[in-house]
């Protein structure tokens, strides 16, 4: 029983003792893991500094580079500029050769022209001195006389016309002057009143001295604005914003499109319309679809949302932009840190594994009452009394 218990002891003596050195052995390995981590992280730190040297200087290469190439593209520059300024010259040489002769023949042609209008101006001239003495016999009584409904001119002042003002407001004016009178004198008061470029249309019109009608007609084809509203109000249909168009000279546009197609309609509706063609137009899908909820009144409360809308996309993308290169510059480096710090660990991890599976190989479990190895003493397959007589041997 002493035997037994002596070797018992002397067996917990070499566990402890092996125990002991297994310890001081994991610390010396913890150590020399430690050591060779802060070597490598040592290591990495080096090489992205050596990294980042290199990338600095190939930044300096980069800006060498790009000052040889400002260089040669001025070079490119200059030497096309002197080409072409030679090219220049020489095709202004060529040029003023062919004006010369240009002009000569120009020259002929001006004084053909020159004799055409002067016999066209005295033909005015003394056409015009014709109808403004038939006006002067017609304005001698001084009084307006009546035949029934109808009444002539007296020495009254009828507003000319040039062709430079509206003619449906200058025909509303001239009416309301020459109201009671007859056809033959309206038509001799109208070519009376004509001045400047009107005065052509007499020319296209054989009997306007007699027939009030053709030229009223005549003046309404040449100056009238009544057949172009459908012009304006089909181009008012495809409107849309251009690319590089702003809001506010869309807006306007859009305004002075919507006055010109009803000229004549309520201040209300020319609202209405207006807000509409602005929304239906918009380039912005996103824009137009807000504005026309809102439900804006005028146009220029619809100008004034789609403003702010585009300046706060413009602001949101700026600052998406900048938060995400913030965080690419970021992420970049740290990425590069981790793994180099995954890959110190795996090595580490490895190496400890391998240490670890060797030094289980050298110390096998063993049971201590029946010696065998491969389990421990509490799961020891013999009975009691087998355990208790191999002790006893």
């Not at 995400?324 to 995954?342: A, F, T, Y």
Request: aromatic fraction near 4%.
């Amino acid at each position: 029983m002493e035997d037994s218990m002596k070797q018992l002891m002397e067996m917990l003596s070499a566990m402890k003792e092996d125990i002991k050195r297994s310890q001081e052995e994991t610390k010396e390995d913890i150590k020399r893991g430690q050591e060779e981590m802060k070597e490598d992280m040592k290591r990495g730190q080096e090489e992205m500094k050596a990294s980042q040297e290199e990338m600095k200087a190939s930044q300096e290469e980069v800006k060498v580079s790009q000052e040889e190439m400002k260089e040669d593209i001025k070079a490119s520059q200059e030497k096309l500029l002197q080409e072409t300024k030679t090219a220049m010259e020489e095709n202004n040489t060529k040029l003023e050769t062919k004006l010369n002769e240009f002009e000569q023949v120009v020259e002929e042609e001006i004084n053909l022209v020159k004799d055409d209008v002067k016999a066209v101006k005295e033909e005015m001239n003394k056409k015009i001195e014709d109808l403004e003495t038939k006006f002067a016999q017609l304005s001698t009584t001084g009084v307006i006389k009546t035949e029934g409904t109808v009444t002539t001119p007296s020495k009254v002042k009828v507003p000319t016309f040039d062709g430079k003002v509206s003619w449906n407001t200058y025909l509303r004016q001239f009416e309301a002057v020459v109201r009671n009178w007859r056809e033959e004198d309206k038509a001799t008061s109208l070519i009376a009143a004509l001045r400047g470029e009107a005065l052509e249309v007499l020319r296209t019109i054989p009997e306007a001295s007699t027939n009030y009608a053709m030229l009223t007609s005549a003046l309404e084809r040449r100056y009238g604005d009544a057949h172009l509203q459908h012009v304006y109000q089909a181009q008012l249909r495809s409107r849309r914003q251009r690319f590089e168009e702003t809001l506010q000279q869309y807006e306007a546009d859009i305004s002075r499109m919507v006055n010109l197609a009803y000229p004549t309609a309520p201040a209300e509706v020319i609202e209405q319309l207006s807000v509409s063609s602005f929304i239906e137009g918009l380039r912005d899908p996103e824009i137009g679809q807000l504005v026309r909820l809102a439900r804006h009144k005028t146009i220029s409360e619809a100008l004034a949302q789609a403003l702010e809308i585009e300046a706060a996309k413009q602001a949101s993308r700026g600052t998406s932009k900048i938060r995400q290169d913030r965080e690419r510059k970021i992420q970049r480096p740290c990425k590069n840190l981790v793994d180099s710090i995954k890959d110190v660990l795996e090595k580490f991890t490895d190496g400890q594994n391998s240490e670890d599976s060797t030094t289980n190989r050298r110390r096998p479990i063993r049971c201590w009452t029946c010696g065998v190895e491969g389990h421990v003493r509490s799961r020891c397959p013999q009975p009691p009394t087998e355990q208790n007589q191999g002790n006893a041997n």
